[in-house]
């Protein structure tokens, strides 16, 4: 129950409240170049969902039992429990994608040729997606050094097991999808405005992403209440005594 | 291979306006966004990315003789991932606090598209001379174009610039929004219209007010 | 065959060993100082927190630090002084906020009885909301509170018991986020102080 509870924010957390484009700015380049047509945006979503989570796969198996402080194959090889290779990370999941976009575009010509051809032009540019090594660094922070390490009362100081690391990448895939596929309705409307001439183009996607990134603020808080909601073990002492609108205000001047 | 593109002068000042990576390339946007809510930050930021660019084109460039067309990239990365790799571990060491504010940026430099292109676009073709100059100019321009946002979403967001009172806060409510996500997002999108503009051939300007 | 592999893979080959060969300096010269700053950020808090610093800024009780550990790995900080006699603990909680996670050092006296001090380690929230979460005026609520009762964040104002803390107008989500992180921590820590062994 813990364990779904966890992943159940996790998910929340990286599609929607944190969105990876919206609120982390990773994977900035195609927003603002490939969304122009909601199903070539569709396309590209899924491939990025499609490589992000093979590549979490292969970034977890790596930092958990060769990269992080202490793992085991390291150590059994080295013969020193303390062995830490954590300062080759970078150049390890930077492989990792590359590679996996590899995989990833040798699978699907073989088996899913129809597939491949939606996917195939995208595919090449995926590898510098930064939504992908983002989604590498996070896991990192939460199996390698343990975001939280050593605190007391369970509240995501806990270490990340693999089905924790395929959730977020699979979710961070999903919630640049939504991202994406909105932007590209917008733009498709876009067309016929009339739009100043200086802000055609990437002035205007990003002043619309703004408006975005505002709407999507609105889930923000979302998952302490949720939190609340699905792990109701034992109400915390600390709740409001006064009943009424909890929400902080929105900032905007 | 002769040295055949822009001499290394014309490389750096092409970086700096001509050329400047954010506004005429749109490439680096991921750290443009994230890393300019305050100036700090921002030129932490920009020092990081100097130092990889410099390191990777000048390395890049004395082996450029050496490499495979087909393993260009695959040396690129290594190159490019290896220094980002030492900047975040200097930056953890010494500027502890910063390191933790930008988090997963600095990794972030390795995918970052500016660098990958200036090997591509001028290390790989010309010799180091050209190639330095070309990095230090792109490296201008991308400080240039990060300082102009931080500035803007600073002062307005926070009432400071580097940390210093501008705005008191007795008459000036800042405005939170500028140094959330949402202020980024706009705060470029106004400037790179506000660059498009000024650049703008003026006659042709005149010329459509004219019509009426 | 194998020439033609090597003939193409040597420079990536040898560019790797450099490379790795500069990344093992780095790592030999710098892990001391990157371990020594990690562990300094809670270590430079710990007088504040267990309120061991005079009107003029200066430290009442030199103390050496204990680091106790549970099994699954929980750290907790004893402060002893000159005399071997304990001073206080400081532990770290974590948890949602109302933008992203808020890590928190909270410092509890030698029984755990009552809160001494709070500080923010780590915060996202909203600007000029909140993150005013780190404006001392808040976090010195929470001294004095009673650790056995946990404390209770209200919207009233004045607070009306012992263990009430105010909210900050503007941002209960992130006050009350903060409240639960202390109580959360407090409450695991008590449970589980049978379990701490001296690590090292």
Redesign the interface.
């Known amino acids: 129950m813990e364990l779904v509870s966890q992943l159940v924010?996790i998910a929340v957390?990286a599609a929607i409240i944190?969105n990876f484009v919206l609120h982390y700015f990773v994977g900035i380049c195609p927003f603002l170049g490939v969304s122009r047509r909601v199903d070539m945006a569709f396309g590209m979503g899924c491939a990025v969902t499609f490589v992000i989570s093979v590549a979490a796969l292969l970034s977890w198996l790596c930092t958990e039992y060769i990269l992080r402080p202490g793992a085991p194959l390291t150590s059994w090889l080295t013969g020193n429990p303390e062995a830490?290779l954590s300062?080759?990370n970078y150049i390890v999941y930077i492989f990792v994608i590359a590679s996996s976009v590899q995989l990833v575009e040798m699978y699907l010509r073989k088996f899913f040729p129809p597939l491949y051809k939606s996917f195939g032009v995208f595919l090449p540019l995926i590898t510098t997606n930064c939504a992908i090594l983002f989604a590498c660094l996070e896991i990192m922070k939460h199996v390698s050094i343990g975001?939280?390490?050593?605190?007391?009362?369970?509240?995501?100081?806990e270490k990340w097991g693999l089905a924790a690391a395929m959730v977020l990448a699979i979710a961070g895939g999903v919630g640049f999808t939504i991202a994406i596929v909105i932007m590209a309705g917008i733009r498709e409307d876009l067309d016929h405005c009339d739009v100043p001439k200086p802000l055609q183009g990437a002035g205007i996607t990003l002043l619309v992403a703004g408006i975005l990134a505002l709407a999507f603020m609105g889930f923000?808080?979302v998952?302490?209440n949720l939190?609340k909601a699905i792990s109701p073990q034992d109400p915390?002492?600390?709740?409001?005594?006064?009943p009424?609108d909890?929400?902080?205000?929105d900032?905007s001047p | 291979m002769a040295n055949d593109g822009p001499a290394p002068l014309e490389r750096f000042l092409n970086g700096i306006l001509p050329e400047n990576p954010v506004y005429r390339q749109l490439l680096g946007m991921c750290p443009t966004l994230a890393v300019t809510g305050n100036m700090k930050a921002a030129m932490t930021m920009s020092a990081a990315v100097m130092f990889v660019m410099i390191c990777a084109n000048l390395i890049t460039s004395s082996?450029r003789h050496?490499?495979?067309p087909h393993?260009r990239i695959?040396?690129f990365v290594?190159?490019i991932a290896?220094f980002v790799?030492?900047a975040d571990?200097?930056l953890?060491?010494?500027l502890?606090q910063m390191s933790?504010e930008l988090g997963p940026y600095i990794p972030l430099i390795i995918v970052n598209c500016i660098i990958i292109c200036r090997c591509e676009v001028c290390a790989s073709r010309q010799g180091l001379g050209a190639a330095a100059f070309d990095a230090v100019g792109q490296s201008i321009g991308f400080a240039l174009a990060l300082a102009s946002i931080a500035t803007v979403r600073e002062i307005l967001?926070?009432g400071t610039w580097f940390g210093i009172t501008l705005l008191s806060e007795s008459w000036w409510p800042?405005w939170?929004i500028m140094?959330?996500p949402p202020g980024a997002f706009i705060t470029l999108g106004f400037l790179l219209g506000g660059v498009n503009w000024l650049s703008m051939p003026r006659g042709k300007k005149s010329a459509g007010c004219g019509v009426r | 065959m194998k020439d033609s592999y090597l003939g193409?893979?040597w420079?990536?080959l040898s560019?790797?060993l450099v490379?790795g060969a500069?990344?093992?300096g780095?790592?030999a010269g710098?892990?001391g100082?990157?371990a020594d700053?990690?562990l300094n950020?809670t270590y430079d808090q710990i007088p504040y927190l267990l309120d061991l610093i005079d009107d003029d800024g200066n430290v009442t009780v030199e103390i050496t630090v204990k680091i106790w550990?549970t099994p699954d790995?929980?750290?907790?900080y004893q402060a002893v002084d000159p005399n071997g006699q304990a001073v206080g603990w400081v532990?770290?909680?974590?948890?949602?906020?109302?933008?992203?996670?808020i890590?928190l050092l909270i410092g509890l006296d030698p029984e755990a009885e009552t809160i001494t001090g709070l500080f923010v380690l780590?915060q996202k929230e909203?600007?000029?909301?909140?993150n005013r979460i780190l404006e001392d005026w808040f976090r010195e609520q929470f001294v004095g509170k009673d650790a056995t009762?946990?404390?209770?964040?209200?919207?009233?104002s004045p607070v009306a018991a012992d263990n009430e803390v105010g909210?900050i107008s503007?941002?209960?989500?992130?006050s009350?986020?903060v409240?639960?992180?202390?109580?959360?921590?407090?409450?695991?820590?008590r449970a589980?102080k049978g379990d701490l062994e001296l690590k090292d």
């Open positions: 924010l957390s944190n830490d300062i080759l975001a939280g390490a050593g605190a007391w009362g369970g509240g995501g100081g923000s808080g998952d302490s939190k915390p002492a600390a709740t409001a005594t006064t009424g909890p929400t902080e205000g900032p | 082996i050496l490499l495979k393993l695959l040396v290594l190159t290896t790799t030492i571990r200097v953890a060491a010494y502890y933790k967001g926070a800042v939170g140094v959330l | 193409q893979a420079l990536v560019l790797a490379f500069a990344l093992a780095v790592q710098l892990s100082r990157i700053n990690k950020e550990r790995d929980k750290l907790a532990i770290k909680g974590v948890g949602p906020g109302f933008q992203d996670r890590e780590d909203t600007p000029a909301l909140g009762k946990g404390v209770v964040v209200t919207r009233a909210a503007g941002a209960t989500i992130s009350l986020a409240g639960d992180i202390v109580n959360a921590a407090v409450k695991d820590f589980r």
